[in-house]
């Protein structure tokens, strides 16, 4: 993390201390780098220069508006999977042409104001959906941009909750459907098929998955083409793990040039690339700065109770997944260890198991890589409110979102009278 880094005994996010951030917006307290999303997009950037190429940010990594307005200001496209995230990046001042919608359930509503503002692809995930898509569109007097997601059945040898790419699960259309899918689309009047994506899956630190879906992926390109339907983009969906802990993820640019090179083998090499990433963008650019409330020594654990949470950090609780927890401000004792857990009704509700850490009440500690699937995926389970945000650019910081209160969370609700 090389925007996250010590001077003497005090953490800092690029030029600021955390410790002076989170005197001043509190915690639980998200802090970004700037530099370090654009450090994270320019691999990508590297990778596919010289080629036809868009990245469209899978903005359901994180959505805060004031991430997406740095992937916005950089040039780059955006990947929503909901009429909320399309709301969201209008927002920042996307443009419509920009934007590729994902997902297995879109509603006809969500179809028709997507269409409205000239959406660039519908990445279609099912036959029912490319009929509805038809309809939606014809009923509005448009075409709509589609691809169609095929699964190409590898296994991205990852956690079975984000691997999307293997036959048994809900996404894509089945590789030896594809051809018929195609033929259905290219005959709708109210459709243009413009390209083909998929996504094997998240948090892969493996290339040999990609390598291989390229290859599948690419055999569907030429069947589809010899049937007389041209694709104009190849999308190959998001996916490139971050290191949370010991993972060792392939660096962006060096794994495309060995997937470039397989295009340029088989003459696709002319076609528009596109690229879905998340996690690998804003990943490693966040921390979760959270106050250590109290220590709880016992005859088999110890636990160490912080203010945040698994509504906060939701990511252990659901896919038992690590992320670092460093202090904010290094002390010199010995450390004991810890489960650092949070002050939520379930005992699912852990951060860290077993962590040597040398703390105290009081004291702040910043759980790391907490940019992605963090705060996008924040609930307020036991009428917590969601967490403040700031982002940090240099010695700058802004405050991106207000800590919620209990009055914002209960804004929308009435009583029977
Ligand atoms: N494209 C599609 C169609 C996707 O389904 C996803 C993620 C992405 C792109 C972005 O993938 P990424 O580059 O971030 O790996 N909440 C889970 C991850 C769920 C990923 C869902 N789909 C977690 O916290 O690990």
């Not at 307290?29 to 990778?47: E, H, N, T, V, W």
């Not at 996690?279 to 005859?299: F, M």
Request: net charge neutral; with cysteine.
């Amino acid at each position: 993390h090389p925007h996250f880094a010590y001077r003497a005994s005090d953490l800092f996010v690029e030029g600021v201390r955390v410790a002076d951030l989170a005197r001043r917006h509190g915690t639980p307290l998200f802090i970004y780098s700037k530099s370090s999303m654009l450090d994270a997009l320019a691999a990508y950037q590297r990778g596919f220069a010289g080629r036809k190429s868009k990245i469209c940010y899978a903005m359901k990594a994180n959505s805060s508006l004031g991430v997406l307005q740095v992937f916005a200001q950089a040039g780059c496209g955006f990947d929503i999977v909901s009429g909320g995230e399309l709301e969201r990046v209008l927002a920042v001042g996307a443009q419509g042409k920009d934007i590729i919608f994902s997902g297995v359930g879109k509603t006809r509503a969500e179809m028709k104001r997507a269409l409205d503002v000239g959406i660039g692809c519908f990445n279609v995930e099912s036959e029912a959906e490319l009929e509805v898509l038809n309809e939606v569109a014809a009923a509005a007097g448009k075409v709509a941009p589609v691809s169609i997601r095929v699964n190409p059945d590898v296994d991205p040898k990852t956690h079975p909750y984000i691997s999307t790419g293997l036959k048994g699960n809900k996404f894509g259309i089945a590789h030896e459907r594809t051809l018929a899918a195609y033929q259905r689309a290219a005959s709708r009047k109210a459709l243009r098929v413009v390209g083909i994506d998929c996504h094997i899956g998240s948090q892969i630190t493996d290339e040999s998955p990609y390598l291989d879906a390229m290859d599948r992926v690419l055999d569907l390109v030429q069947s589809i083409e010899a049937a007389g339907i041209p694709l104009r983009h190849i999308d190959f969906g998001g996916g490139l793990g971050i290191s949370y802990d010991a993972d060792q993820p392939p660096a962006a640019d060096a794994l495309w040039a060995k997937l470039f090179a397989k295009l340029d083998a088989r003459g696709f090499g002319d076609r528009e690339f596109m690229i879905e990433p998340g996690r690998s963008l804003v990943g490693n650019a966040g921390v979760c700065v959270t106050e250590v409330l109290y220590l709880k020594p016992g005859e088999h654990k110890n636990f160490c109770i912080v203010d945040a949470a698994m509504n906060d950090l939701p990511r252990p609780a659901m896919y038992q997944a690590f992320h670092m927890i460093e202090p904010v401000t290094r002390r010199s004792e010995l450390a004991t260890h810890y489960d650092v857990v949070g002050p939520v009704c379930e005992s699912g509700d852990w951060i860290g198991r077993d962590r040597a850490l040398a703390v105290q009440t009081g004291d702040m500690l910043a759980v790391m890589s907490a940019g992605a699937y963090c705060m996008s995926m924040a609930s307020n389970y036991n009428t917590r409110g969601r967490a403040a945000e700031v982002l940090v650019e240099g010695e700058k910081s802004w405050l991106i979102r207000e800590r919620e209160t209990a009055a914002d969370q209960m804004r929308a609700e009435r009583l029977p009278t």
